[in-house]
């Protein structure tokens, strides 16, 4: 697999430098591209086919079993050190890194159990799942990328440097978690389990809130020792994927309260999180920017550029 410090193309590096990285070869390939052969072209061409008939044919994509490596099976010491730095980050990120982090929130308040939660968005496998297209850079990022996307979205602050000491143990921490897991493998209890959406209402979510949810976020929403913000200034901003009614609902439904998870209904779920959603929080600058795809979510919480283009185009 590709070095994640490199990112993709066209950010870190060039084209050939990356390709020579993942494709061994590769540059030669590029560099006979650029010579005409004896028709003028047909020579870089045929070098082009040659090599791309060489690599192996993708194979279907693996699904395995959910497992929280343990820590006796990392023997270099120096390796388990930043494991268990990237862990501390994560579980206490405001008080490690507050230079980083913008509101009350952690890492774990959303991946929970230092994100070894089976259907918790679980960091376990997603080390080996990168670099993976979002939609909603409409890009191929790396692994770095992701998490400064939580930094600057859900913790409402500013990136890590990719190559710094501190982005680095969390990378070793969610590789650790990933041992042994094949690249590109989709794990069982990934995510959240599906929920199929439903209509919420607000009026009956503030109801559910102040019997389920106030005791632990405060009938403000402002938090409390038990719980974060899930509204206001210290809270998750707008572009955060908590701001997004169903992805809210199907962490509501599975997981809150957590003293007595699952006691919930799934329109109890989607009242609440339409309650929660509808009160105001930190913006995001450059949310516009969002899925330049024009393929933006249903429940996306803003309107992006591209859907407004695209929107205006089939008026």
Known sequence: MASAVDGPVGKRGSLAHALRR????????????????????????????????ALPNPSAVQRVAFRVPAESEVRDTVVLASVRRGRALATFTRDSLPRHVGNGLVCTNCHQQGGTLENGMAWVGVYARFPQYRSRSGETIVIEDRINDCFKRSLNGTPLVPESRDMRDIVSYMAFLSSGYPVGAETEGQGLPKLEPLQGDSLRGASIYLMRCARCHAVGGEGT????????????????????????????????????????????????????????????????????????????????????KKRTATR
């Not at 010579?35 to 090599?51: K, L, R, T």
């Not at 109890?268 to 969002?290: I, L, M, Q, S």
Request: aromatic share 8%; net charge negative; with cysteine.
């Open 22 to 53: 993942v494709l061994p070869g590769v540059g030669v390939v590029l560099a006979a591209g650029c010579a005409p052969g004896a028709d003028g072209a047909g020579a870089g061409e045929s070098a082009a086919a040659a090599s791309a008939s």
């Open 225 to 308: 020792q038990l719980g974060p913000p899930v509204w206001g200034p210290q809270s998750f901003n707008i572009g955060a994927g908590m701001a997004r009614v169903r992805t809210a609902a199907t962490f509501i439904k599975h997981w809150m309260p957590q003293d007595s998870a699952g006691v919930l209904t799934a329109q109890e779920a989607f009242d609440v999180a339409t309650y929660v959603d509808a009160h105001p929080r930190p913006d995001y600058k450059g949310k516009e920017n969002d899925w330049p795809h024009g393929d933006p979510p249903p429940d996306a919480a803003y309107e992006t550029d591209a859907a407004r």
